[in-house]
């Protein structure tokens, strides 16, 4: 493999408000892309109390190496009974299929645990690659986030309700 053509790895981190804990990590690669264009993986989690929803604000790629830390995180929200979930993807600048596995076993956790899954803010890349896997309906998408907080503050128990 030429030197231009190697992976790059960059590490990915979670922010959690009122937390004390370390960031989780986790490490994403180029998987042969212009190593400029890898983009590192952060999560924000803000919980809306109002609402019984958290936030995940999702930037950077999601591939093989970076998905497990999208997966931990929103199993940590389920295991911690915070099933009401809305992920604000608007800042995701790649995704792979494991990227997609990742979302669709996070909505099947949320469902199982009585809550759900939203994503806020599909476009660009994420939003062709939904069309063209058809899991773009498949998905409960809003605009932006505050849509999906309105759903959740209209007693939203079904995603798509």
């Not at 952060?42 to 998905?67: F, K, Q």
């Not at 979302?103 to 809550?115: H, I, Q, R």
Request: overall charge positive; some cysteine; glycine content about 12%.
């Amino acid at each position: 493999m030429s030197p231009d053509r190697r992976p790059t790895r960059r590490a990915g981190r979670v922010y959690l408000d009122q937390s004390g804990q370390q960031p989780a990590r986790a490490e994403s690669s180029a998987h042969g892309r212009d190593r400029a264009m890898s983009r590192e993986l952060v999560i924000r989690v803000t919980h809306h109390e109002e609402t019984g929803c958290a936030v995940l604000t999702v930037t950077g790629d999601i591939d093989r190496n970076s998905s497990p830390l999208l997966r931990t995180a929103i199993g940590e929200l389920v295991s911690a009974r915070r099933a009401r979930i809305v992920l604000d993807v608007g800042g995701v600048t790649f995704c792979d299929s494991n990227g997609l596995r990742t979302f669709l076993s996070g909505m099947t956790s949320a469902f199982e645990a009585g809550g759900w899954l939203r994503l806020a803010g599909v476009r660009g890349h994420f939003e062709r690659l939904l069309r063209m896997t058809d899991l773009y309906d498949f998905f409960s998408i809003d605009a932006d986030v505050l849509g999906s907080l309105e759903h959740a503050s209209r007693g939203g128990s079904h995603p798509s309700g």
